[in-house]
């Protein structure tokens, strides 16, 4: 499969796109329209995983404007090793805001290593609490836009994922974090994530911005957190196989 043209599909009801172009590695040309619903979807884990070979997609992609009726978007990998140059095409436009009842952004561009602009401005997801490997190994990554609006679940989260979000992303990138109030909190522990590199410059509004010290200190609070959970379930399975062990002893003593 080469070319694929669905600017004539009417998926406003779909729910479900997980591991719709999943591993097209010689798809090069994809025509989405200019409003490719995916306002019911809740999940599109894996949906562009590996499209090697697909640089652009053309036509935009929409999500709901409800925020009584969000989108529960699960996008795992959705873009995984995708080969794809530009990630505009799922920005809200200008005066409107996409709504998400989404808790985690987890590997969504992991590995799309010849990605270089990425656009979810507009986006409001309160109930986001991960969003680790969201941009690992995007080596060519230039410019980010996370414009969010309205209050960012990050933030109060007791254990954001914030493990490895930019990790391999050239220090010669760029970060704009918008200027909601609301979001400010999560996107300061993100702007902290992100400049952890020497080198990286993070923007507000166009204008150049540091994210308070409180931020910083939260993630490293979050990072100690996770590493303590990592070093407690590493001991319980150690645990737990000495104690299958012993137990498979005895039986054969007996």
């Known amino acids: 499969l080469t070319t694929l043209d669905v600017s004539g599909w009417v998926t406003s009801k779909v729910t479900d796109m997980r591991y719709m172009f999943y591993s097209c590695s ?77 808790a985690s952004l987890s590997s969504m561009f992991s590995r799309a290593t010849k990605l270089e602009t990425v656009d979810l401005s507009g986006w409001s997801l309160p109930n986001l609490t991960n969003v680790a490997y969201l941009f690992s190994g995007c080596f060519s990554l230039k410019s980010i836009n996370l414009s969010w609006t309205g209050t960012c679940g990050l933030a109060a989260a007791p ?12 220090a010669s990138a760029t970060l704009e974090i918008g200027t909601n109030a609301d979001a400010r909190p999560s996107l300061d522990m993100i702007a902290s ?39 407690e379930a590493a001991d319980g399975a150690v645990d737990g196989h000495d104690g299958s062990s012993a137990d498979a002893a005895d039986g054969l003593d007996n």
């Open 193 to 231: 994530a992100f400049l952890a590199t020497t080198g990286r410059s993070v923007t507000a509004g166009g204008s150049a911005y540091a994210p308070p010290a409180a931020a910083a200190e939260a993630l490293e609070a979050a990072e100690e957190s996770l590493a303590t959970a990592e070093e």
């Open 26 to 102: 010689s798809l090069v040309d994809l025509k989405l329209g200019n409003s490719f619903s995916m306002a019911k979807v809740n999940d599109a884990n894996s949906m562009f995983y590996k499209t090697s070979s697909l640089t652009e997609v053309q036509g935009k992609i929409v999500f709901s404007t409800d925020p009584a009726n969000p989108t529960p978007l699960n996008p795992s990998s959705m873009f995984y090793e995708s080969g794809i140059t530009d990630c505009s095409f799922m920005a809200a436009p200008a005066g409107t805001t996409y709504y998400f009842s989404s």
């Open 159 to 170: 254990s954001p994922g914030l493990s490895n979000v930019f990790q391999s992303v050239p």
